[in-house]
């Protein structure tokens, strides 16, 4: 009678989805307008960081509707024949076989995940897909920036925040109250304030914690909260104290996440541990290494290649030692939550830079290398140029700003 | 197609529009102007420094030959964008197969940076080039020819662009300054020459950036605004990391990724020309550069820039102990 409360608790219908009333109002509107006709905009874009409810969302919206529910996620390997199949057929072709009200809802779920040659052609499938459709269909993306504006351009924009603190402690409070669950105020305000805005993960460790529990009490979040960081750290010490390969790269599964993400935890701690100048050059060299593995496997999809990103980021980096090791404290990864932070000014970034060298007769590359850093001192110091430019180029706030510095 | 009738960036807004406009490549302009003056054009291969007028002389030749609608009749596509034997093999191939519109003989396909194709999109190239001849010509715009492959160059009449001079940057700079209403002063002029490198698209980025911090634009503003465009921050982390100080380096890593939004190869690129301001012995430095290639040429099979970066400067921490002891 386990249940994963993140899915006992889904909402149901669209005005149950929690701190997102903006949001849920643009979803109706343009619900309302799919069930009028055919609005100018046959999809939307549903944006946001993970755990803000969007494909909740889109399920719960079907469901109000009695749509059917067509989806397709990053899972799915996306070629340009499979999207076409899948989404071209439900969103295009008529609705004598479709559910009661004759709609079918087409989910395209991770969209900024389409990349690499195995998903040749997603994009265009996608765009394709919008331009033909019959049927709504739905885009969810973390970042907007990320997906080529010639189908953000087919797109009703949704914009789905972080949730405040305040919303996730309700949503808690009222699971556990219909769990029966006594819980402290205090307890379920420190579990909401580390998911930082991510109500899912807010509720998954909700019910790590109190599973089993008639009471909750803040001691049992601390525990818990200690107890899901020290393991990594323990593994990370042992690591480096790792004598062979094989014992090594054992430990890779003890550090209990996928090696994209494990190199940032072992890249952000190792350098520190070690002493001598040439133990470190060795260690990036062997993470350098299965960095590339990591590249190979994200651009061709060659699964096959992680067991050797996965060594080299271990055993590799392990026996590159010879020299002392210092004693530090250990702590989570920085620079993967910045560059994830920034990944979206990354984004604004290149698509100047394309509208540049589209306009320029250049390439990408050397209009950012020999454009952009000059446009920067333009837009920071002459408006009237800087908005004639602007108009030139046909850039978006978004872009304005980033060549603004603002 | 109108594509905007702004025109508020001044490399495109004074490119020249006529071949005789061309700055500094004589030789090359007559003999060009007469093939179009005959309205006859073999396949054309542009070898040379970048900024030097190969897409210039390229976008010129269309203009002359197919007058007002020349975008009719004209593809431009920048090969390191696009450099998939796909692209040739779908893009240019369709393109070159059907008439032109118009009372023209055959349309023109301008190949930019054509040294960024990869062999096998050459060789498919070579065979479109010969297939279509009668109804396409091609114009393949490179800045080392040596890396073009042997048969698309027998196809090719060859022109070797050469880099420009303060004199002709001068030339044209000055025209800019006039029409612009502009002071430029002569010690401008030499440092623009300087900071360019002979490259004219980034001497007109220079002046149309240095001309809105002050309408006259002398050395002073030149520098102020070549040293936005080239942080300190490199140098600084280079010689932290050169220093042992292995955290600190990477902090300032993290900064030019994060906060001032560098990509990953234009922080190596930087890192390779400073690699000369270094104060540490030549021989160092070429092993330095040819280590920062490698890492170059990693980011480029997909590796991520973090990465890469952090064990680029782990190798300065120990080219830097090595130096020490």
Redesign the interface.
């Known amino acids: 009678m386990f249940e994963i409360w993140t899915e006992k608790y889904k909402p149901h219908k669209l005005s149950e989805v929690v701190g997102q009333p903006q949001a849920i109002q643009w979803l109706s509107k343009w619900a309302d307008c799919w069930r009028m006709g055919k609005p100018e905009k046959p999809a939307a874009l549903l944006y946001g960081p993970v755990g803000t409810g969007k494909t909740s969302a889109a399920v719960a919206l079907a469901r109000e509707l009695g749509w059917d529910l067509i989806e397709l996620n990053a899972s799915d390997k996306r070629t340009f024949d499979i999207i076409q199949k899948v989404a071209g057929t439900a969103a295009t072709t008529g609705t004598l076989l479709a559910g009661a009200t004759g709609k079918r809802l087409v989910v395209l779920d991770e969209v900024d995940n389409v990349y690499g040659t195995a998903d040749r052609g997603g994009y265009r499938a996608i765009e394709q897909v919008l331009k033909q459709a019959a049927n709504p269909v739905l885009l969810i993306a973390n970042d907007q920036y990320s997906i080529p504006w010639t189908i953000r351009g087919l797109c009703f924009l949704v914009n789905f925040r972080r949730l405040t603190q305040e919303s996730i402690f309700k949503t808690l409070e009222r699971i556990c109250k219909s769990e029966n669950i006594e819980a402290e105020p205090l307890a379920l305000n420190v579990i909401a304030e580390a998911a930082q805005g991510d109500l899912r993960s807010a509720i998954n460790d909700l019910q790590a914690v109190a599973i089993g529990r008639r009471h909750l009490i803040i001691k049992d979040v601390v525990v818990y909260r200690r107890d899901k960081e020290v393991n990594i750290f323990e593994v990370l010490g042992q690591l480096m104290q790792a004598t062979s390969g094989r014992q090594a790269r054992a430990l890779l599964w003890a550090l209990d996440r996928p090696p994209n993400d494990a190199i940032d935890w072992i890249s952000e701690n190792i350098p520190r541990m070690l002493t001598e100048p040439a133990d470190l050059e060795r260690a990036y060299e062997a993470l350098s290494r299965a960095d590339i593995f990591l590249g190979r496997i994200r651009r061709r999809q060659a699964y096959g290649m992680m067991g050797y990103a996965g060594d080299m980021m271990t055993a590799g980096v392990a026996l590159s030692r010879q020299g002392e090791l210092k004693h530090v404290r250990f702590q989570a990864p920085s620079s993967g939550v910045l560059m994830g932070r920034t990944r979206a000014t990354r984004a604004v970034r290149d698509s100047v830079a394309k509208k540049i060298a589209k306009r320029c007769h250049t390439s990408s590359r050397e209009a950012r290398k020999h454009f952009l850093p000059y446009m920067n001192v333009i837009f920071r110091c002459d408006k009237n140029v800087a908005n004639r430019i602007a108009e030139e180029l046909e850039l978006e706030d978004a872009e304005i700003n980033y060549l603004a510095g603002t | 197609m109108s ?2 009738e ?4 001044w ?2 807004k004074y490119r020249p529009k006529k071949l005789s406009e061309i700055v500094g490549q004589d030789g090359i302009v007559s003999r060009l102007q007469s093939f179009v003056d005959k309205k006859s054009l073999p396949h054309l291969l542009f070898a040379g420094p ?1 900024g030097s007028g190969k ?1 210039t002389a390229a ?1 010129c030749i269309a203009r002359e030959l197919f007058g007002e609608g020349w975008r009719h009749n004209f593809l ?1 596509l ?1 090969a ?2 696009e450099r998939g034997i796909d692209t040739i093999r779908t893009k240019v191939k369709d393109y070159a197969r059907t008439r032109p519109i118009g009372d023209v003989p055959y349309k023109l396909v301008l190949l ?2 054509s040294d ?1 194709l990869t062999t096998d999109a050459q060789n498919a190239l070579r065979r479109t080039m010969e297939m279509y001849t009668h109804t396409c010509r091609f114009i393949l715009d490179c800045n080392y020819s040596s890396r073009i492959i042997g048969p698309i160059q027998s196809r090719c009449a060859i022109f070797r662009f050469r880099k420009l001079n303060e004199e002709d940057i001068g030339h044209y700079l000055k025209r800019i300054a006039r029409a612009e209403k502009l002071t430029l002063s002569p010690d401008g002029i030499k440092a623009i020459a300087y900071v360019s490198e002979g ?1 004219m ?2 001497a007109t ?2 002046l ?3 001309s ?2 002050k309408r006259k634009v002398d050395e002073k503003a030149v520098y102020e ?1 070549s040293a ?3 942080p300190e921050e490199v140098r600084q982390m280079l010689e932290l990391a050169l220093d ?1 100080r ?2 600190e380096a ?1 902090n300032k890593l ?1 900064n030019l ?2 906060n001032q ?1 560098l ?1 990953g ?2 922080i190596l ?1 930087q890192v390779h020309r400073e690699i000369f301001n270094l104060k540490i012995p030549e021989p160092v430095k070429v092993k330095l550069i040819d280590k920062v290639g490698e ?1 170059d040429y ?1 980011l480029t ?4 820039e ?3 970066l ?2 680029a400067i ?2 300065f ?2 080219i ?2 090595r130096l020490k002891s």
């Open positions: 594509l905007a702004v025109e508020e960036i490399v495109e970048p897409t976008l431009e920048n390191s964008d930019d940076e960024a490259d698209r980034r980025n220079i149309q950036s240095a809105t911090l605004v936005v465009a080239r042992g292995f955290e990477r993290y990724l994060i939004g990509a190869e234009d690129d890492f990693r099979e997909g590796a991520s973090r990465i890469q952090e064990a782990a190798h921490v120990l830097g102990d």
